[in-house]
């Protein structure tokens, strides 16, 4: 029967070409037979999605940041980093969307529909060049294919101002263009999406410009945070999208990051998870795993500029540093126990404590894990992971008003103090006075207490998610990364300590590992070298203190791959970095 089947595919593909020789091959795309419907349109555009980010990539996306400590330290900050190990210098998905510009105009379809497929190749080619931007400053720009016998392929680097001024044309066209109807699936770039990556675009590049005055652009910085403020205006104000709130309270947070349906109340875009179609990350693999993952925990400074449940910082307490786990875990900002395990958290039904055999701090994350076990060992998490979502929208208007002197009380209210609201802080008053441990431990330049705050808000509200070290590399404080390592209160050693008040001893700090052990007690040596206690015999963690830490200016630019400035001579290697 198959035989008989591919007998008369092939007796109807003769009798085709008998009738009309000029026909090319089927199995040939050329621009005259793939560019003529919305349907060959919809079917090429579909191929730019696989440049989003994938769920792994979302997964491991913070481990760069000053928040986070782990079992290999980055050696960007440690060792000696050259343009010998850079990557990244890739151009292939651009030349995708630039040939699909150069032929969708052929279509024969509506300007309407034409234009919505051109804005999706903007958007993503505008997508594209920020991520280039961010790490490698100037690029060359093309908005064209390329031949070997281009001259422009070997052409030197453009200026900031050029690329990122087409950037910002690219997004234009696309926010303008591109459909404006909500996806329910969180997959599709619609115009929403498009006015939200528009605001992180600009808020970056605003605020790049006004803290890096070595670019001499402090004086555009403001029209960039003004088109930051008004891409994110309009998505607020086109009531699409609003917090997550329906739920209770101590599980909203989390939930947008732990389900395989993403949440489209809250959520534009995402990578979507699925078991059936055995779509995953490896999210419980790489935060739970001790040999797989990085053992990456939350540092002590970080837990400590959560706020308590009444609006307070937890810092203005006297005996803040000195507080033990069990203490300092209540009566905090709810996304606290929704992003580290604590208190009555629980993995299959069994209580789960910190566990001291992947974490490093005491803080262990949850956020972006299930709590099921049977993913631990494996890359088959189904959860689908946020890539754009409302909170960071709120949080980007917020910062772009601020930092543009145009911040007023109602925008407080319409931002930051809904976030703080649903993290169940029943008082979020406007500050008017500096957070002394904010500008102590993280932003000493900064005094006003309203991008202090704003600076909290997002550390919290968006921390995993990938922008930790993009936010330090804008605000030109990328030597928090060379900050001291730091866990949680040890109130002395050889101490069983309980963390989450079962009953049940999880963990003792010790000279010696003693030779009877306490079952289900994990026994940490303080060496005095890679885990010490700040007062010797008890005292916060402080944790690889014997690695030298190094953060120079020129670290804000990742260098130009070493293979690619001799292919082409016209390339200067980003300053600081040699080849």
């Not at 008989?4 to 026909?23: E, H, Q, R």
């Not at 400590?69 to 000696?80: A, E």
């Given at each position: 029967?198959?035989?008989f089947?591919?007998?008369i595919?092939a007796s109807?593909?003769l009798?085709?070409?008998?009738?009309d020789l000029n026909?090319k091959?089927?199995?040939?795309l050329?621009p005259?037979?793939?560019f003529?419907t919305e349907?060959?349109?919809?079917l090429?555009?579909?191929?730019f999605?696989?440049?989003?980010?994938?769920?792994t990539?979302?997964?491991?996306?913070?481990a760069?940041?000053?928040?986070l400590?782990?079992?290999?330290?980055?050696?960007?900050?440690?060792?000696?980093?050259s343009a010998t190990q850079?990557?990244?210098w890739?151009?292939t998905n651009?030349?995708?969307v630039?040939y699909?510009l150069?032929?969708?105009?052929?279509?024969?379809?509506?300007?309407?529909a034409?234009?919505?497929y051109?804005?999706?190749?903007?958007?993503?080619?505008?997508?594209?060049?920020f991520?280039?931007?961010?790490?490698?400053?100037?690029?060359?720009?093309?908005n064209?294919?390329?031949d070997v016998?281009?001259?422009?392929?070997?052409k030197?680097?453009?200026?900031?101002?050029?690329?990122?001024?087409?950037?910002l044309?690219?997004?234009?066209?696309?926010?303008?263009?591109?459909?404006?109807?909500?996806?329910?699936?969180c997959?599709?770039?619609t115009?929403?999406v498009?006015?939200?990556f528009?605001?992180?675009?600009?808020?970056?590049?605003g605020t790049?410009?006004k803290y890096h005055t070595?670019?001499?652009?402090?004086?555009?910085?403001?029209t960039?945070?003004?088109?930051?403020?008004?891409?994110?205006?309009l998505v607020i104000?086109?009531?699409?999208y609003?917090?997550?709130?329906?739920?209770?309270?101590?599980?909203?947070y989390?939930?947008l990051?732990?389900?395989e349906?993403?949440?489209?109340t809250?959520?534009?875009l995402a990578?979507?998870?699925?078991?059936?179609?055995?779509?995953?990350?490896?999210?419980?693999w790489?935060?739970?795993?001790?040999?797989?993952?990085?053992r990456?925990?939350f540092?002590?400074?970080?837990?400590?500029?959560y706020?308590?449940?009444?609006?307070?910082?937890?810092?203005?307490?006297p005996?803040?540093a000195?507080?033990?786990?069990?203490q300092?875990?209540?009566?905090?900002?709810?996304r606290?126990k929704?992003s580290?395990?604590l208190?009555n958290?629980?993995?299959?039904?069994?209580?789960a404590?910190?566990?001291f055999?992947?974490?490093y701090?005491?803080?262990?994350?949850?956020k972006?894990t299930v709590d099921?076990?049977?993913t631990?060992?494996?890359?088959?998490?189904?959860?689908?992971?946020?890539?754009?979502?409302y909170?960071?929208?709120?949080?980007?208007y917020?910062?772009?008003r601020?930092?543009?002197?145009a911040?007023?009380?109602a925008?407080?209210?319409n931002?930051?103090a809904l976030l703080?609201?649903r993290?169940g802080?029943?008082?979020?008053p406007?500050?008017?006075?500096?957070d002394?441990?904010?500008k102590?431990?993280?932003?000493?330049?900064i005094t006003?207490?309203?991008i202090?705050?704003?600076?909290?808000?997002?550390?919290?509200?968006?921390?995993?998610?990938?922008?930790?070290?993009?936010?330090l590399?804008?605000?030109k404080?990328?030597?928090?990364?060379?900050k001291q390592?730091?866990?949680?209160?040890?109130?002395a050693l050889?101490?069983l300590?309980d963390?989450?008040?079962d009953?049940?001893?999880?963990?003792?700090?010790?000279?010696t590992?003693?030779?009877?052990?306490?079952?289900?007690?994990?026994y940490?040596v303080?060496?005095?070298?890679?885990?010490?206690?700040?007062?010797?015999?008890?005292?916060?963690?402080i944790?690889?203190?014997?690695?030298?830490?190094k953060?120079?200016?020129?670290?804000?630019?990742?260098?130009?791959?070493?293979?690619?400035i001799?292919l082409?001579k016209?390339?200067?290697?980003n300053?600081?970095?040699?080849?």
């Amino acid at each position: 029967m198959q035989r008989f089947i591919y007998i008369i595919i092939a007796s109807v593909l003769l009798a085709s070409c008998k009738t009309d020789l000029n026909l090319k091959p089927f199995d040939k795309l050329s621009p005259e037979n793939a560019f003529n419907t919305e349907k060959d349109l919809q079917l090429y555009a579909n191929s730019f999605y696989l440049n989003l980010p994938t769920g792994t990539d979302i997964v491991k996306s913070d481990a760069l940041s000053d928040y986070l400590v782990g079992r290999t330290p980055s050696n960007y900050i440690y060792g000696n980093f050259s343009a010998t190990q850079a990557t990244g210098w890739t151009w292939t998905n651009l030349r995708k969307v630039n040939y699909f510009l150069e032929h969708a105009g052929q279509a024969k379809i509506t300007d309407e529909a034409k234009n919505h497929y051109m804005g999706l190749a903007r958007f993503f080619r505008a997508w594209f060049y920020f991520e280039m931007v961010k790490e490698f400053g100037p690029v060359p720009f093309y908005n064209k294919t390329l031949d070997v016998s281009d001259p422009d392929l070997y052409k030197p680097r453009d200026p900031r101002t050029l690329v990122m001024d087409s950037v910002l044309a690219d997004l234009n066209f696309a926010c303008a263009n591109i459909r404006n109807t909500k996806d329910a699936t969180c997959s599709q770039i619609t115009r929403w999406v498009a006015l939200a990556f528009k605001s992180r675009v600009c808020l970056f590049e605003g605020t790049f410009r006004k803290y890096h005055t070595e670019l001499n652009l402090t004086g555009t910085a403001n029209t960039w945070l003004t088109e930051a403020a008004n891409a994110a205006d309009l998505v607020i104000k086109g009531n699409q999208y609003k917090l997550l709130t329906t739920g209770a309270a101590d599980k909203n947070y989390r939930d947008l990051f732990i389900n395989e349906t993403p949440n489209n109340t809250e959520i534009l875009l995402a990578f979507v998870g699925s078991k059936s179609l055995r779509v995953f990350n490896d999210a419980n693999w790489y935060w739970t795993s001790a040999t797989y993952g990085g053992r990456y925990s939350f540092t002590k400074t970080f837990i400590d500029t959560y706020l308590k449940t009444d609006g307070t910082p937890f810092t203005a307490q006297p005996d803040y540093a000195t507080q033990t786990f069990v203490q300092e875990v209540k009566n905090r900002d709810l996304r606290l126990k929704q992003s580290i395990r604590l208190g009555n958290y629980t993995r299959d039904g069994a209580a789960a404590p910190p566990d001291f055999t992947y974490t490093y701090t005491g803080y262990m994350p949850i956020k972006l894990t299930v709590d099921a076990k049977a993913t631990d060992g494996v890359a088959e998490n189904p959860n689908s992971l946020p890539l754009i979502r409302y909170a960071e929208v709120l949080l980007n208007y917020a910062e772009a008003r601020a930092e543009s002197g145009a911040f007023t009380p109602a925008d407080w209210t319409n931002t930051i103090a809904l976030l703080r609201t649903r993290a169940g802080i029943t008082a979020a008053p406007l500050p008017t006075v500096a957070d002394t441990y904010l500008k102590d431990n993280y932003f000493p330049l900064i005094t006003d207490p309203v991008i202090l705050e704003i600076r909290r808000e997002r550390g919290i509200e968006l921390a995993l998610e990938g922008f930790r070290y993009d936010d330090l590399k804008r605000w030109k404080t990328g030597g928090l990364l060379t900050k001291q390592y730091t866990g949680m209160y040890v109130p002395a050693l050889n101490t069983l300590m309980d963390l989450n008040e079962d009953g049940k001893m999880d963990v003792s700090f010790v000279e010696t590992t003693p030779p009877t052990k306490v079952p289900g007690v994990t026994y940490i040596v303080v060496d005095k070298v890679q885990v010490k206690l700040s007062n010797n015999t008890s005292g916060r963690l402080i944790l690889f203190d014997n690695l030298e830490r190094k953060y120079e200016d020129y670290k804000y630019y990742y260098p130009i791959p070493y293979n690619e400035i001799v292919l082409n001579k016209n390339l200067e290697q980003n300053a600081g970095w040699t080849n």
